[in-house]
């Protein structure tokens, strides 16, 4: 291995952010980092689909096509979205991906994770809670969250009700710093 290619590799594996190549939503290379902030070794998630790091089946497939259409007409996306660990317990992470074939958008993709804060410290959230919470981050409004999740409005708005009475939060921006609250 020649020098430039050693210096690749170091720079990957120390980079301070989780990085993931996947292909068509299985991972085929991760670095440390994302081990590390996963739980899981690399053995344990290469050639595995992306559902190990969501809390549910229902999660993976809701997510799933978030951001596609920004990956075919801009080949990057970016959100804040939870990570579910090996051990249960969950992440809040900034989420960018980019991807190296824009006529097949999943095909192969690039994945970084930036940790930005514990979730085992906050109320715990339900399911649906999760969905609303996620889509609030990516700045949705009620009436699209509504309908991205086949849900009515007057569900969402109760939804957003009781997570801004778990959080103690006046609105939505104070109850989303909850989550985007860094930590060493």
């Given amino acids: 291995m020649n020098l430039d290619n050693e210096l690749n590799l170091l720079a ?42 969501y809390a549910s089946t229902q999660e993976f497939e809701a997510i799933g096509n978030v951001g596609v259409a920004a990956l075919s007409h801009q080949g990057n996306y970016s959100d804040q979205r939870i990570l579910q660990r090996k051990d249960g317990t969950a992440i809040w992470c900034n989420f960018r991906a980019k991807t190296l074939t824009p006529e097949d958008p999943i095909s192969r993709v690039v994945l970084s994770y930036a940790h930005l804060g514990d979730l085992s410290d906050r109320p715990a959230l339900t399911p649906r ?31 957003r009700a009781r997570l801004l009475k778990k959080f103690k939060a006046k609105n939505a921006a104070e109850m989303l710093s909850h989550f985007t609250n860094v930590e060493g």
């Fill in 12 to 53: 990957f594996e120390a980079a301070p952010v989780g990085i993931v190549l996947a292909e068509n939503r299985v991972i085929k290379a991760c670095n440390n980092t994302f081990c590390t902030m996963s739980g899981y070794d690399s053995s344990e998630l290469l050639g595995q689909s992306f559902r190990k790091i």
């Fill in 129 to 159: 809670e999760r969905d609303v919470v996620m889509r609030l981050s990516q700045g949705l409004t009620s009436k699209e969250i509504a309908h991205d999740l086949a849900l009515s409005s007057r569900t969402v708005e109760d939804i």
